[in-house]
């Protein structure tokens, strides 16, 4: 297949994705990522309609509670930036840095160490390329550039009815925890020197949603690698999502729901009454042998396009001036 007559947005990359089904009978341009986390605690990243719910009859502890509401997309989205700049950096590459380089950082040395080591100052790489860095091409930079990734806040319930994994929702259970720090000399006998709540949510279960506003091969590779990337290191601190890290929170199996299914594949994936069909496992197999390392390819075009250090990939002629 070529990119001519396609939905795919050519990047004037000299690769041409060879993949057996046409990008059209894909689930692209959304991008659906599996989710499964025991324990997430995004700090302010919660909104529930808890006041509307049970309004003063609401108990924290209360098992019966039925609390819906979103997981902001800010957590989320800082999490997959960071597993894309990984991946752009282990390719040989700096990745864009997230913050402005005029902001006034509270560690300035901090954000100068970075530049040292796999990040280059966010549009720096605008001189180089005219959409820049794939990073900065696919989350946006400054006001007007909006980025290519439409990244939705994922709406929960603990009610597995209400979730639809096609819209980007997931079984979530819901609890304001309360820890208290107790004096520790011995006459106080362990009186709360300190209460702090805390909301969480336990066995998420579901889809974060992702559209591309622009369908470029590359920013589909970049999420491939980003996701499967973070569900490598979920358990490694710096990689894990959201706060409470030390007590095992945000460990988070991820992993990009198999783009060639149906709509009516992808949500019996999360049907437990329903296995996997004979169907299904056939375009794993398509998907993992001939169509995932195709876009990867045109990840790897893109980064050795713009960064001249690093190699391109076979079958790809020279890095040329894109
Ligand atoms: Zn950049």
Redesign the pocket.
Not at 120 to 126: F, R, S
């Given at each position: 297949m070529t990119l001519s007559g396609s939905i795919l947005r050519d990047s004037h990359l000299d690769v041409e994705l060879d993949v057996p089904r046409s990008v059209e009978e894909m689930l692209l341009p959304n991008v659906y990522v599996g989710l499964e986390i025991d324990l997430l605690s995004p700090g302010d990243g919660i909104v529930t309609d808890r006041h509307h719910a049970s309004a003063d009859r609401y108990e924290a502890d209360d098992p019966m509670n039925q609390i819906e509401g979103q997981i902001s997309p800010f957590t989320l989205s800082g999490w997959l930036r960071h597993g894309c700049e990984q991946v752009v950096q282990v390719a040989g590459a700096?990745?864009?840095?997230p913050g402005e380089p005029d902001a006034d950082y509270m560690r300035a040395e901090t954000y100068e160490r970075d530049l040292e080591s796999g990040y280059?100052?966010?549009?720096?790489?605008?001189n180089e390329h005219g959409d820049?860095?794939?990073?900065?091409?696919l989350f946006g930079?400054f006001g007007d550039q909006p980025g290519k990734l439409l990244r939705r806040p994922v709406s929960f319930s603990p009610i597995r009815r209400n979730v639809d994994v096609l819209k980007g929702e997931a079984e979530a259970h819901y609890r304001q925890v309360s820890n208290q720090v107790r004096s520790r000399n011995e006459e106080d006998g362990g009186e709360p020197l300190r209460q702090a709540d805390r909301d969480v949510l336990g066995n998420v279960e579901g889809t974060w949603k992702l559209t591309l506003r622009e369908l470029k091969p590359e920013f589909v590779g970049l999420l491939l690698e980003a996701v499967s990337f973070l569900d490598a290191h979920s358990d490694e601190f710096e990689f894990q999502l959201g706060g409470a890290r030390n007590f095992g929170a945000g460990i988070a199996n991820v992993w990009v729901i198999n783009p060639l299914y149906s709509d009516r594949e992808v949500r019996r994936v999360f049907d437990r009454a329903k296995a996997t069909t004979s169907a299904m496992e056939e375009k794993d197999e398509v998907w993992r042998s001939e169509c995932r390392p195709e876009f990867v390819r045109a990840l790897q075009a893109r980064v050795a396009a713009r960064d001249g250090d690093v190699p391109m990939p076979d079958g790809v002629s020279g890095g040329g001036s894109a």
């Open positions: 700096t990745a864009c840095h280059h100052e966010k549009g720096a790489c605008l820049g860095c794939v990073v900065y091409d930079g």
